[in-house]
């Protein structure tokens, strides 16, 4: 009776556990599973959004992989991945280190930072391509303080650094917590303990990476 019990009221848990998830998963397959479906099966067919797609089987990947583009755009696509890594990895434990104190309002900048990450990528695109649009809000902020506008899709770099602020911008909070995390199991003792025996704030760093 007691293992009949103990049953019951794990599979009620379970239940309302789902129940608590399915939300979650129904967001989640909306935002990403199905226009990730639909963009493969578009990759088959020709459509120019103005008329309904045509099935064309494998041509448009026969003609991207025969262009000659495929291995620029593949390097490129490294080396700024490459780039966005590097400057998310240095930043995120900055952001860990400013945020691993005990100061009032530590928990809204923990959330605002990882606000971005959980927003949608289709909405969070959006607004970046409006803003960087030649009459959009960046040209627009330029032009109130005298400054020429920028047509940014026209340059290699301006387009390269945006994509950079933007992976950033939605990487940052994952990365940071998983900094804070471990900056957070550190024994506090360890770094006052550098601190008092007249260690620089390199060398302090050191210490916390070497212990993290």
């Known amino acids: 009776m007691k ?20 939300p979650f998963f129904i967001y989640i397959a909306f935002w990403n599973l199905l226009p990730l479906i639909l963009g493969i099966l578009l990759g088959f067919a020709q459509y120019n ?9 494998l041509r448009n990947y026969r003609m991207f992989f025969e262009s000659g583009v495929y291995l620029p755009l ?25 945020l691993n104190n005990n100061a009032k309002g530590r928990g809204f ?23 960087l649009s030649p009459l959009g809000g960046f040209n627009r902020a330029m032009e109130s303080i005298g400054m020429d506008p920028i047509i940014w899709s026209h340059s290699q770099f301006w387009m390269v650094f945006w994509i950079v ?9 994952p990365a940071s917590i998983i900094w804070l995390g471990g900056l957070q199991g550190i024994d506090p003792s360890l770094y006052e303990a ?19």
């Open 3 to 22: 293992t009949m019990k103990v049953r019951t009221r794990s599979y009620r848990e379970a239940k309302i556990a789902y129940l608590i998830l399915i």
């Open 49 to 57: 959004a103005l008329s309904p797609p045509v099935w064309v089987g």
């Open 74 to 98: 593949l390097w490129r696509q490294v080396w700024i991945g490459a780039l966005c890594l590097a400057v998310n990895t240095i930043l995120s434990f900055v952001v860990a280190l400013a």
């Open 109 to 131: 900048f923990r959330a605002s930072f990882y606000v971005p990450a959980v927003a949608a990528v289709s909405v969070t695109t959006a607004v970046f391509v409006s803003l």
């Open 165 to 173: 602020v933007y992976f950033v911008w939605r990487a940052i909070g």
């Open 194 to 212: 550098a601190k008092v025996d007249g260690a620089s704030f390199s060398q302090r760093i050191g210490l916390l990476l070497s212990q993290g």
